[in-house]
């Protein structure tokens, strides 16, 4: 049972640290309706303008994360997770099955889990989901990657990245002209798109005439690192930095980062306007371009998206630097 009269103590001091380790002790007694308890105190509190909002938050990712199905559900509903590590839906998909979770009843959060459970590789079979939530098909396809998925912990949250080949240093010819038809440009901005607006990221994405190498030098760099890639490890890196949320951003979800990998490779592949397609479709005519990851050469940390991608037969090229850090 919570000591009631210690959780008023650490909410009327707004004791936060201490309110962390009174959700872990709550977590630890597997004590469900305490830790509502601990929420709902804190919430109350926040009204009466104490400053205890994160050890309300605290309490439900821990319920999301930690807590049967029939309790973490509570807590799923949209917007949840704001100022978390991940959105709540997410949180619970991590650590349940969808036959647990199948329950929610808000549509798009129910169809949200349902493809995170499928990433996962759970084997998600119900007519019931709607397919118009996530544009992309629930079912991946052979030619997609293992998607990195994020795992989420007590204390923190790992969103580990695709394995991807060795870089080689590369030197770059003169620039050429930029090109108008900036579709392309915009799609794989688009795919970083919290860092930039909601975070302290800045990107930039080029059109030019020409290949891969010439896309990457209109960007202004004279010398990077690069390495051609196929397809699969392509979308993995485009679906890990359409997924996350940057330095300070709010995470969008790896079924989203992969909904928006499929439509960046869409527009590059020229098929976006026989929009939704097949994932041979896709498969065939995107792994025909040549997709180059590269960086600058200078150990950037934090999110990057480096990555530029070639028609050959058009003669056209793509290329996106986008970077964000705490």
Same mark, same amino acid.
């Given at each position: 049972?919570?000591?009631?009269?210690?959780?008023?103590?650490?909410?009327?001091?707004?004791?936060?640290?201490?309110?962390?380790?009174?959700?872990?002790?709550?977590?630890?007694?597997?004590?469900?309706?305490?830790?509502?308890?601990?929420?709902?105190?804190?919430?109350?509190?926040?009204?009466?303008?104490?400053?205890?909002?994160?050890?309300?938050?605290?309490?439900?990712?821990?319920?999301?994360?930690?807590?049967?199905?029939?309790?973490?559900?509570?807590?799923?509903?949209?917007?949840?997770?704001?100022?978390?590590? #991940? !959105?709540?839906?997410?949180? +619970? &998909?991590? $650590?349940?099955?969808?036959?647990?979770?199948? *329950?929610?009843?808000?549509? @798009?959060?129910?169809?949200?889990?349902?493809?995170?459970?499928?990433?996962?590789?759970d084997p998600v079979a119900d007519?019931?989901?709607?397919?118009?939530?996530?544009?992309?098909?629930?079912?991946?396809?052979?030619?997609?990657?293992?998607?990195?998925?994020?795992?989420?912990?007590?204390?923190?949250?790992?969103?580990?990245?695709?394995?991807?080949?060795?870089?080689?240093?590369?030197?770059?010819?003169?620039?050429?002209?930029?090109?108008?038809?900036?579709?392309?440009?915009?799609?794989?901005l688009d795919l970083v798109t919290?860092?930039?607006?909601?975070?302290?990221?800045?990107?930039?994405?080029?059109?030019?005439?020409?290949?891969?190498?010439?896309?990457?030098?209109?960007? #202004? !760099?004279?010398?990077?690192? +690069? &390495?051609? $890639?196929?397809?699969?490890?392509?979308?993995? *890196?485009?679906?890990?930095? @359409?997924?996350?949320?940057?330095?300070?951003?709010?995470?969008?979800?790896?079924?989203?980062?992969?909904?928006?990998?499929?439509?960046?490779?869409?527009?590059?592949?020229?098929?976006?306007?026989?929009?939704?397609?097949?994932?041979?479709?896709?498969?065939?005519?995107?792994?025909?371009?040549?997709?180059?990851?590269?960086?600058p050469g200078d150990a950037a940390?934090?999110?990057?998206?480096?990555?530029?991608?070639?028609?050959?037969?058009?003669?056209?090229?793509?290329?996106?630097?986008?970077?964000?850090?705490?």
């Open positions: 049972m919570v000591d009631e009269a210690r959780l008023a103590e650490l909410v009327e001091s707004s004791d936060l640290d201490g309110l962390v380790r009174f959700v872990d002790g709550t977590v630890a007694a597997r004590d469900w309706d305490g830790l509502r308890l601990v929420r709902d105190r804190c919430r109350e509190a926040v009204e009466r303008g104490k400053q205890v909002w994160g050890a309300a938050e605290f309490a439900e990712y821990r319920m999301a994360l930690d807590a049967p199905a029939s309790d973490a559900v509570e807590v799923v509903r949209p917007g949840a997770g704001r100022f978390g590590h #991940g !959105p709540l839906w997410e949180v +619970a &998909a991590s $650590t349940h099955t969808w036959a647990e979770l199948r *329950v929610v009843a808000d549509p @798009a959060l129910r169809s949200l889990i349902a493809h995170e459970r499928s990433i996962r590789g007519d019931s989901i709607d397919r118009l939530v996530v544009d992309a098909p629930l079912e991946l396809a052979p030619w997609e990657p293992a998607y990195p998925v994020a795992v989420y912990r007590a204390d923190r949250a790992d969103f580990p990245e695709l394995a991807t080949p060795g870089l080689a240093w590369v030197e770059l010819g003169e620039p050429v002209s930029r090109l108008a038809d900036r579709s392309v440009a915009d799609a794989l919290p860092w930039l607006e909601e975070s302290s990221g800045r990107g930039e994405g080029v059109a030019v005439s020409g290949t891969a190498e010439d896309a990457i030098r209109s960007l #202004g !760099p004279h010398r990077v690192r +690069a &390495a051609d $890639t196929d397809l699969t490890t392509a979308m993995g *890196v485009m679906c890990w930095a @359409a997924a996350s949320g940057g330095a300070y951003g709010r995470r969008r979800g790896t079924p989203v980062g992969r909904a928006l990998a499929w439509w960046t490779a869409a527009v590059a592949a020229g098929i976006d306007e026989d929009w939704p397609v097949t994932s041979d479709e896709l498969g065939s005519e995107a792994s025909a371009l040549r997709w180059v990851l590269w960086d940390s934090g999110w990057r998206l480096h990555l530029a991608v070639e028609d050959r037969d058009e003669g056209l090229a793509w290329a996106v630097s986008a970077v964000d850090a705490r």
